[in-house]
Nanobody, 124 residues
């Protein structure tokens, strides 16, 4: 069973920084991608950033230059460095991983996993 555990959220003033972490555990064979999504009240969940198994990255256009995603393979951990935070960045941030595990029958299976979410609140 794969688990994603997020940490690093909290309350910060506008212009400040936070770093989110997401640690994956379980019998993971390999990653296709890991990423961060966010959902503000009344809004749909949206992509923030992702990083592929080949270390290619992708960002929401509005966040380029302020947010940086990175990964520590040895720790099965992905990070999101968020700088110059704005009140509109306030949301619950969710970690996502698309990865491969081995089923009970021995087959390799790809699936999506989500963390429980961490609240980020930016005050003006």
């Amino acid at each position: 069973q794969v688990q994603l555990v997020e940490s690093g959220g909290g309350l910060v003033q506008a212009g400040g920084s936070l770093r989110l972490s997401c640690a994956a555990s379980g019998s993971i064979l390999r990653y296709d991608a890991m990423g961060w999504y966010r959902q503000a009240p009344g809004n749909q969940r949206e992509l923030v950033a992702l990083i592929t198994g080949d270390n290619a990255t992708d960002y929401a256009d509005s966040l380029k230059g302020r947010f940086t995603i990175s990964r520590a393979d040895a720790k099965n951990t992905v990070y999101l460095q968020m700088n110059s935070l704005k009140p509109e960045d306030t949301a619950v941030y969710y970690c996502n991983a698309r990865l491969w595990t081995r089923s009970g029958s021995g087959a390799q299976v790809r699936d999506d996993y989500w963390g429980q979410g961490t609240q980020v609140t930016v005050s003006s």
